[in-house]
C-alpha cells in the first residue's frame, strides 16, 4: 500500500491519530523559575514577545563583536562587515592527485566518488594529529536530483549510480594547511581518508554478539560494515570523534514488495511497511539492505560511532549509547570524572537521552574503552521546571533489546516526546546544555504528544531551545532544572505565542534551531535548518542562517546568512581559533541555487573558513 508518498505522509497513514483537545491557555500560564538563569514564565513572554527587541549593535562575549546582519535570500554567504570567507572543501572535490576534479555533466562514479570528498556535510570537528589539522566531516546524505541530475529520472538508474551515491555517504578525513592565508586541502596526505557505508566496525558494548545483530556475513554479531546518514558529531575530551547515525531506516528496503510486513520494533524506527526505501536503492546492489533478506541488518545501525582521527585505530560501534535516530553526541566530564553524553532523537515525538559511563575519564591515560560500558538515561520534563533522568535498565527489557530498542524502553518509562531533539551543547563555562527542538506539526495533534511546558505549542512551526542545569553542578545527578532559552517565531506577522519570546524580534528572527555548538568564549552558537520561504509565517526570516546567542542575557544576533535552499550545518574552529569552519549543506535542494561556483554550476555542499579581517579570535 505503500505508494509515491513523501515518508511524513506515509507515516501520518500508518499512524492516524486524532488531537485532542488541548487547554493550550491553562498550560501556558504556570510560570516557572529558575534560579540564576532568566525567568520566563509563559504568559510573561506573551506580553513581552515582539517588545523587548534588543536595540544592541553589537554582540556577544568581550573579544567578539560585529554588527549582526539583516536576513536575505542571496544565493550568496552574507557575512558582518570585517569578516571574509573562503570555501575550504566541497561535494567531489579530491582528496589524492589521482582522483579526478568534479564533472559538473556526469556529477563523478561510484570510484571516483569513494576518492574524493563525500557529499552533504555535516558535523565536523578539527583535530590536531602530529602536528597536523586534520578534519573529519560527516557527509549525512545526497540529494536525489542533485547527484542523478544528469539522468533524465533524477533516480540512481544504473548499479554504478547506486554505489556512487553510496560513496557520496559517511565521512571524509581530510588534512588541511593554511597557505597565505587560505585554507587548501593537503593532497595526498596520508591522513585523507573516506569512512563509507562498506567500512568494517568492531562492535563495542553490551550488543557485541547479541543475536539481534548477528547476520549471514558475521553469523558473531562482532563486525557491521559501515556507517551512513551521519547527522551531528560530538569530540571527545581523548582526542576521538563521534559520528551519530540518524535517518539509517531509509536506506532498508524489501524486494518481496508489498507482502513485508514490518515488526512493531521496525515500525518504531520507521523501517517501511511494503519495502520502500527512500530511492537510494542500495539493495538493489547490497543484499544486506533488503529487510527480507537480512532483517538484523537494520539493528546494526542507528548508533553512535567512535572514530580515530589519525586512522589508526579500527573504528567502532558504540551500542552503550543506545540505537536511535542520532542527531549529535554532546560529551562533557562529570564532577566524578565519568564521561556524560547527551544524545538527541531526531524525529517527532521522540526524546532526549543521557549516557554515564561505568569508568571514569583518565586525562593522560587511556579512555579507548570509556564509552563502552554504561547506563543510558530518557529524560522528563516536569512542568514545573524540574525534570528526571529515567534508567532505561529499569524498563524491564532485557540488555540487548533495551539499547537496539531504545526507543521502545524510553516509552514504557513514559519519559517526554519532544519537537525533534536535535543539537545538544553543553557550556563550558558553567555546567548547563541546551537542546534545539527544531519544530514538530503533530505537537498537540497526536495524542502522544500533548502539550506540555517543555514542548507548549501546537503544531510547533518555529521550534525552540530549552535549557537545563544539573542538580548539584553535576551532569551525571539524575535530576535537573530547566527553563526555555528562546522560542522562535514571528513578531511581525504574530501577536500570540508564535511570536516567539522576549528575546526574538524583527532583527533576528530565525526558524528551526537545528545545530548547536559552543565556543571557547562561551557563546552559544545556533544553525537553523527551516523554511527558507520568507513568506506568510516566515516573512523577514531569509534564508537558513548561524546566530550567536548570549547564555547569560538571552540576546540572540543573526551573524551568517547561507546561500538559497541550503542549511547551515556543522561548526568547529581552527587550533587557533581564528577560523571558524561553517558547512553549507544541500544548497539548491529544490533547484534553485549554483553555490558556490555560480552560473550554470552544480550546486556543491560545502565547508566554508569564516574570519575576521582583522585576524583576531573568532570565538
Ligand atoms: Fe540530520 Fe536531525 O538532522
Ligand atoms: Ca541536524
Ligand atoms: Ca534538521
Ligand atoms: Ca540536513
Redesign the pocket.
Known amino acids: 500500500m505503500t505508494t509515491e508518498l513523501s515518508f511524513d505522509a506515509w507515516d501520518e497513514q500508518q499512524q492516524p491519530e486524532r488531537a485532542k483537545d488541548t487547554d493550550f491557555d491553562a498550560v501556558m500560564s504556570r510560570r516557572y523559575f529558575l534560579k540564576g538563569a532568566s525567568v520566563l514564565g509563559a504568559s510573561a513572554f506573551v506580553m513581552t514577545a515582539g517588545l523587548a527587541s534588543t536595540t544592541a549593535k553589537a554582540a556577544s562575549k568581550a573579544g567578539f563583536k560585529f554588527t549582526p546582519i539583516a536576513a536575505n535570500t542571496a544565493d550568496a554567504i552574507t557575512l558582518p562587515e570585517g569578516f571574509t570567507s573562503q570555501v575550504v572543501i566541497r561535494w567531489g572535490d579530491p582528496l589524492t592527485s589521482n582522483a579526478p576534479e568534479f564533472d559538473h555533466e556526469t556529477r563523478g562514479t561510484a570510484a571516483s566518488q569513494a576518492l574524493v570528498a563525500g557529499d552533504n556535510n ?1 558535523g565536523m570537528d578539527v583535530f590536531v594529529v602530529d602536528g597536523r589539522t586534520i578534519l573529519v566531516i560527516n557527509n ?1 546524505y545526497t540529494n536525489r536530483s542533485i547527484t542523478f541530475g544528469n539522468r533524465e529520472t533524477k533516480l540512481p538508474e544504473t548499479d554504478d549510480d547506486v554505489n556512487k551515491g553510496k560513496m557520496a555517504h559517511g565521512l571524509t578525513v581530510v588534512e588541511l594547511a593554511e597557505i597565505n592565508g587560505q585554507w587548501r586541502i593537503v593532497k595526498d596526505s596520508p591522513y585523507n581518508r573516506r569512512v563509507t557505508p562498506d567500512t568494517p566496525f568492531d562492535v563495542a558494548g553490551p550488543v557485541r554478539g547479541s543475536d539481534l545483530i548477528k547476520t549471514s556475513s558475521d553469523p558473531k554479531g562482532v563486525e557491521i560494515l559501515g556507517t551512513f546518514n551521519n ?1 551531528g558529531n560530538g569530540k571527545t575530551p581523548w582526542g576521538t570523534y563521534l559520528a551519530c547515525e ?1 535517518n539509517f531506516n531509509g536506506y532498508f528496503s524489501s524486494y518481496e514488495g508489498e507482502n513485508y510486513e514490518q515488526t512493531a520494533e521496525q515500525k518504531r524506527y520507521g523501517i517501511a511497511k511494503g519495502g520502500k526505501d527512500w530511492g537510494y536503492k542500495w539493495a538493489q546492489t547490497d543484499d544486506r539492505f533488503d529487510v527480507s533478506k537480512e532483517p538484523n541488518e537494520a539493528h546494526r545501525h542507528g548508533w553512535v560511532v567512535e572514530v580515530d582521527p589519525s586512522g589508526r585505530k579500527k573504528p567502532v560501534k558504540l551500542t552503550a549509547l543506545g540505537r536511535f535516530k542520532h ?1 549529535n553526541a554532546e560529551v562533557v566530564i562529570a564532577k566524578d570524572g565519568r564521561a556524560v553524553v547527551y544524545l538527541g532523537d ?1 524525529e517527532r515525538g521522540e526524546f532526549l537521552y543521557r549516557f554515564v559511563s561505568r569508568d571514569r575519564y583518565q586525562p593522560n591515560g587511556d579512555n579507548s574503552t570509556l564509552l563502552h560500558e554504561g547506563s543510558l538515561f530518557v529524560a522528563k520534563f516536569n512542568d514545573n521546571g524540574q525534570g528526571e533522568w529515567m534508567n532505561l535498565a529499569d524498563a524491564g527489557m532485557a540488555p540487548d533489546e533495551t539499547l537496539v530498542f531504545a526507543r521502545l524502553a524510553a516509552s514504557k518509562l513514559g519519559a517526554t516526546t519532544m519537537d525533534r531533539p ?1 543539537g545538544v551543547a553543553a557550556n563550558p563555562h558553567k555546567e548547563e546544555a541546551y537542546v534545539a527542538l527544531t519544530n514538530n506539526k503533530y505537537r498537540g495533534e497526536r495524542e502522544s504528544q500533548p502539550l506540555n511546558m517543555a514542548n507548549p505549542r501546537a503544531k510547533n512551526p518555529y521550534g525552540h531551545i530549552v535549557r537545563w542545569v544539573p542538580a548539584g553542578a553535576d551532569h551525571a545527578a539524575d535530576t535537573f532544572a530547566w527553563d526555555m532559552y528562546v522560542m522562535a517565531g514571528n513578531p511581525t506577522v504574530h501577536s500570540d505565542l508564535m511570536a516567539g519570546s522576549s528575546n526574538i524580534n524583527a532583527d533576528n528572527m530565525f526558524n528551526s534551531p ?1 545545530g548547536l555548538k559552543f565556543d571557547a568564549a562561551g557563546n552559544l552558537w545556533i544553525q537553523t ?1 527551516g523554511n527558507y520561504s520568507n513568506e506568510n509565517g516566515f516573512a523577514g526570516m531569509g534564508n537558513n542562517q548561524m546566530l550567536i546567542g548570549d547564555p547569560e542575557t538571552g540576546e540572540i544576533h543573526r551573524f551568517l546568512v547561507g546561500p538559497n535552499e541550503c542549511e547551515i550545518t556543522g561548526l568547529t574552529w581552527s587550533a587557533d581559533r581564528k577560523t571558524m569552519f561553517v558547512g553549507v549543506q544541500h544548497p539548491g535542494e529544490d533547484g534553485n541555487s549554483h553555490w558556490p561556483e555560480g552560473g550554470q554550476a552544480v550546486p556543491r555542499s560545502a565547508v566554508i573558513a569564516v574570519k575576521r579581517t582583522d585576524g583576531g579570535l573568532i570565538g
Open positions: 555535516d549525512e547527522c540518524e542527531e531526531d536535535e537545528d535548518d
